[in-house]
């Protein structure tokens, strides 16, 4: 139903002067085609990142005022500066930058390093900084 749907829309909001040129039968099937593989290729797609587990309750946390807030706040910040600090050098360096705020250009004039070299050893570092992190929650959740 959603690719008939799909397709209907699109025969809707498609040029009448594309159509007349050729047939509409052909239309509908090209439409039908590229929507029908639009569709198989995001089962298989993988988001582009893993949420924290209680990426929740820290936004709940930090959103309420008072005196825990400011507590829960440093103790995030202390555990977060300390997994940056042990990335391994290619992609600690840059996501240490990162985190005091500079934005991906900016690092790379600071280290030499090309752009996209650094948007990938970003990539990279920040993903390792997450698992660290999810690492150091499960162990204080357990105690």
Known sequence: RDLVNDVLLALAD???????EGNIYAYAYGVARNKLA???RGKYRKPSFEALPS???LAMAM??????TAIDRERVAAIVRTEAAAIEPPYGEVVRLRLEGFGPSEIAE????????VRSRLARGLGQLR???VAVLEVDATR
């Open 55 to 57: 990426e929740r309750h």
């Open 14 to 20: 498609a040029d009448v002067r594309e159509i007349r």
């Open 131 to 133: 698992a660290r992190i």
């Open 63 to 68: 959103a309420q005022p008072g005196p825990t």
């Open 110 to 117: 600071r280290t030499g390093i090309h752009h996209h070299t």
């Open 38 to 40: 639009d569709l198989r």
